[in-house]
């Protein structure tokens, strides 16, 4: 006689969502004045497990975005998050970028591959987010990760020079 086992499941915690959520519009809310454009005022944050890959756990808006820009970041915040899972070696989506090349038709990309996902090491979770310039994206990111657990100061460094990120560390909100 066979056994089945039952397939392993991933549980994300009920009560981690408005901490996930407060801790974005706490550092969107840090972030806005240093960033300086009056148009950028939100996007999309993403959530994935590496344990469920290609499934977000959470796309959500933080802030106020354009109905005009919604779609773009929507689409921006995941492509970014799964972009990241493909590369196992990489911590952050700043490592896998690439503007758009004209003609777009000859690359089928549109949208481009942007920074602002970052990986969260032992919790195999990737947050990413999308609406702000790709560089404050990702200093959202890390932001939220090391105020949620996820990351340590030592390893948000780490990641925030890959890119020479400006936003990150300037002066953070934890």
Known sequence: ???????????????????????????????LPKIGDPDRRGGFLCLLSLDIPHAPILTA????????????YFELCQEKAGRLSCHSEHLSSWQSRAEPRLPMVSTGDKLGKWGGAIRCGAHRLI?????????ADAALCLNVAIRRGWLDVVKAYEISRI???PFAFADVAV
């Open 1 to 31: 006689m066979t056994v089945v086992q039952p397939s392993p499941t991933f549980v994300f915690e009920r009560h981690l969502y408005p901490l996930v959520f407060d801790a974005a519009h706490e550092s969107l809310t840090y972030l």
């Open 61 to 72: 808006v933080i802030g106020s975005v354009p109905c005009g820009k919604a779609a773009k």
């Open 127 to 135: 947050l990413s987010f999308s609406g702000l310039p790709e560089l």
């Open 163 to 165: 890119s020479s990120n």
